[in-house]
Structures are given as structure tokens and as C-alpha cells.
């Protein structure tokens, strides 16, 4: 008879294990509060039109979401793929070619705009020292410190921003550790993995509604606007999977010990522009105020003339009101934009507890928990990788693999 498995939460981690577990022919149950699957990863509503909650991208380095992706038979147009280009307008522009690795990133580096030789030299060994070191550190430190020797341009315009997107914790308490194991899977490694993967489509519809078609189809249930209170309603199954964030944890199992997570915040600006607003190319970076990334969902979702503003990491910004942010990021984007007309409208979406901060030497709870039938899976459980879309995966991936290692 098939084993029966719980999921709670159905966000990217929840539905990874369901996926996994129910193509292993487990029957698999997943219960998720919200009406919309997706958790910090998921398509809102704004006035008639889908956006999400906050704007991500993945790269070509999340191998084990691409696989899933594939696996469920999510639409792979729903990302589109670029190569690497970080470009900060009248500042620095870093962008590789389809050449094999590691010409790709050598040729990016070495016809950066905005770089002089100097620079350029400095980021190529710099590259090569830590490859050598093969990304290992003899002992974590802050990403700060990791960058400390490279020239300032190369800490503003590249490092300092790299780890704050994957990290989303400000260099000056990042962990340098995880920092560099993003770097060795992502610009170390083959081109492809660097390359950027833009949605096309909200982040439901990207991989949680696929998986739940899925699971459904082998026998599975996703049970949707469905909160678990105790896991005494879960008492008939076999082994049960949280796959909630932290804080949710306590309520349901006050007996798993968590280390004090710190929590940092994205705030996603949403500016609907006239529809003949484009930028030149579907991502840039600011460097003049608040907004650390402006992406076009007209070239991306064909929500023409809207822009979307990201801002990673506690800052001062935090101190505005959302209308006051709103403003100030419209007059940031007319660095770039000269003669924007104001937006029609606008909408700040602040997610406060986005992620926890990814520090030094912290130690994640382990998939396993103290109850041979209850697993952790979440962004915040023990891996390689900060809380992204990739770790997230791989952690549910981890929670359904204990457990067809114990049938
Ligand atoms: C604004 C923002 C931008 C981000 N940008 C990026 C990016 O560009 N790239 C990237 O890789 N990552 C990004 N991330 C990180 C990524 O989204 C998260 O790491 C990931 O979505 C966490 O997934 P999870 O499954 O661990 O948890 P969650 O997504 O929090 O899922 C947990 C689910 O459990 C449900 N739940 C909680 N309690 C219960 C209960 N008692 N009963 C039933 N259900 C319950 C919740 O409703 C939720 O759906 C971003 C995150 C945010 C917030």
C-alpha cells in the first residue's frame, strides 16, 4: 500500500517534496493555508492584473529547479534566458558572450565598460585566487571583509551587489562562505549556469500550479485555504513534512529548537508607466538612491509600460512611507529614464520577513528533526545556498529523499 505523507505548506519547498514523493508513488497530501500555492515565491492580484509578490529571478545554476520545473511540465518559455548582463547605466556594463566557460566570464570582465585595466586584472584574480582556494574559506568571515583588497568600482558595481541579490544580507554581515558558494555554482562555473532566467509568467504559475496538476494526477491532493493548527490532524499519516518559514514553525511543533533567525526585507515597487515605456534591456541596475534593480515586465510578462523596482536588504529606505518610496524610486528612475511622465500609479509591496539574514557561520536546522516521522523543508534548513529559490528546492528535494531512504 502506498505510504502516506503530509506536506504542510505549499510553497516552493512543500510542493518539491510533494512532487518528488508522489512520483515515487507515495500518496501525498498538501495542506496549504493561503488560496494561492506559491508561499513567499507566488502571483498577487493588483487591481485586475497579476504581479508577484515580490520580483525574482533564478539563474542558470538552479539545477534542481529547472529539473522539477521539467519534471512537472511547466512551460519552459516561462523563463527566458540571458546571458550574464550587469549593466548600470552611465556606469559599468559586465556582459558575457555564448562562448564556453571560463571565456565567457573572462570576456565579461575584460570588456567591461566603465572598469579600467586595473580592475578588470583585479577581478579576473581575484576569480582565480578563490578558484584556486576551490571557494573554500579556512574559517567563515563577512562578505565585507571577503572583498576588502578589491578596488572600490568592483565592490559597488559588482560584488556589494551579486551578494546582496543572492545573499539578500548586506555584505557588511553577510556570510562570505555561502557568498562564495553561489559564485562557484553560478560565474565559476559553465556559462549556462550564469546565465540570467527571467519569468515570463507569475511565480504560481512557474513551477506551484504545474506540481500541484502533478501530484494530483498520481493520486496526491493539494488542499488549498487549508491551515494546519496542531499536528494532531495529521495523526493517520506515515510522516509529515513542514514545510512552513520559521516563524510559522513554533505554533506547529514548539518542540523543534531554532536558532534566532534575523530577518531581513525586499521591498518590490511597482510603477505603471504609459505603455511605450521600455528600458533597453529587461533588467538594470540603479545606482543613484533606494532601488537597487529596475526590471521591464513589458519585455518580460507584456505588461507593457509597467516597471518593477527591487530593494534588497534593510536600509534606510525602510524609514518612508510607501507613498514617499513610491516617489522617490520614480524620480530614481528618471536617472535612466529622462522626461518619464509620473506613473498612473504605483505599489509598494514590503515582504519584512523576506528572508533570514545569511551571517556568518549560522547554524540552519537539519531536514531530520528529533521525531523519526517529522522532516523539516524550507529556505532556512541546512544546505549550501541562502534562502533562494534554488536552496528552497533542494531542501524539500533533501526532506522527500530521508524519507524513501527510511521505506
Ligand atoms: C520579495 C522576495 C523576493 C525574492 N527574490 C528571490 C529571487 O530573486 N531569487 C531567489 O532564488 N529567491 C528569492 N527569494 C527567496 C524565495 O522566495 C524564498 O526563499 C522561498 O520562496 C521560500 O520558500 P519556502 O517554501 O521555504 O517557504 P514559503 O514560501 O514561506 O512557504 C511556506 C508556505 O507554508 C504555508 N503555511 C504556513 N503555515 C501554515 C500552516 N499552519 N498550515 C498550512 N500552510 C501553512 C504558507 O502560507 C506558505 O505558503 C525572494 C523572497 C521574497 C520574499
Not at 190 to 199: E, G, K
Not at 338 to 351: A, D, Y
Request: hydrophobic share 45%.
Amino acid at each position: 500500500m502506498a505510504r502516506r505523507i503530509a506536506i504542510v505548506g505549499a510553497g516552493y519547498a512543500g510542493l518539491a517534496c510533494a512532487v518528488e514523493l508522489a512520483d515515487a508513488g507515495y500518496h501525498v497530501e498538501v495542506f496549504e493555508a493561503s488560496r494561492t500555492l506559491g508561499g513567499r515565491a507566488r502571483g498577487v492580484d493588483w487591481e485586475g492584473m497579476t504581479v508577484d509578490n515580490g520580483m525574482h529571478i533564478l539563474v542558470g545554476a538552479y539545477r534542481e529547479t529547472l529539473r522539477l520545473m521539467q519534471k512537472v511540465g511547466a512551460d519552459r518559455t516561462a523563463l527566458r534566458q540571458k546571458t550574464l548582463h550587469l549593466e548600470f547605466p552611465g556606469h559599468v556594463k559586465v556582459a558575457a558572450l555564448r562562448l564556453p566557460a571560463p571565456l565567457h566570464l573572462a570576456w565579461a570582465l575584460l570588456t567591461a565598460q566603465g572598469l579600467n585595466w586595473k580592475e578588470k586584472i583585479a577581478a579576473i584574480r581575484f576569480m582565480q585566487a578563490l578558484k584556486k582556494a576551490r571557494f573554500r574559506l579556512p574559517r567563515d568571515i563577512t562578505a565585507k571583509q571577503l572583498i576588502a583588497n578589491q578596488p572600490p568600482a568592483l565592490r559597488r558595481f559588482l560584488w556589494e551587489p551579486l551578494c546582496l541579490a543572492a545573499l539578500n544580507t548586506p555584505v557588511k554581515i553577510a556570510s562570505a562562505q555561502v557568498f562564495l558558494n553561489v559564485l562557484r555554482d553560478s560565474l565559476a562555473a559553465d556559462r549556462a549556469a550564469s546565465d540570467f532566467l527571467l519569468p515570463t509568467v507569475d511565480f504560481s504559475r512557474l513551477f506551484p500550479e504545474p506540481a500541484a496538476r502533478f501530484i494530483e494526477a498520481r493520486g496526491g491532493q493539494v488542499h488549498r485555504s487549508r491551515r494546519i493548527h496542531s499536528l494532531d490532524e495529521l495523526s493517520g499519516f506515515d510522516h509529515r513534512v513542514l514545510a512552513v518559514a520559521p516563524y510559522h514553525l513554533p505554533a506547529l511543533a514548539p518542540q523543534i529548537p531554532l536558532p534566532e533567525f534575523v530577518w531581513q526585507p525586499i521591498a518590490t515597487i511597482y510603477l505603471q508607466y504609459p505603455e511605450a515605456v521600455r528600458l533597453s534591456f529587461p533588467m538594470l541596475g540603479m545606482a543613484s538612491g533606494h532601488g537597487q534593480w529596475v526590471f521591464d515586465r513589458g519585455q518580460l510578462v507584456g505588461q507593457h509600460g509597467l516597471l518593477a523596482v527591487v530593494i534588497s536588504g534593510a536600509g534606510a529606505w525602510q524609514t518612508l512611507s510607501h507613498e514617499a518610496l513610491g516617489q522617490a524610486i520614480h524620480r530614481e528612475i528618471t536617472v535612466l529614464l529622462p522626461n518619464l511622465p509620473s506613473p498612473h500609479k504605483t505599489w509598494v509591496i514590503e515582504e519584512k520577513r523576506a528572508t533570514f539574514a545569511c551571517t556568518p557561520n549560522l547554524s540552519r536546522p537539519a531536514t531530520a528533526t528529533a521525531d523519526p516521522g517529522l522532516w523539516l523543508a524550507g529556505d532556512y534548513v541546512a544546505g549550501d545556498y541562502p534562502a533562494t529559490l534554488e536552496g528552497t528546492v533542494r531542501s524539500g528535494i533533501a526532506a522527500a529523499r530521508a524519507i524513501l531512504g527510511q521505506s
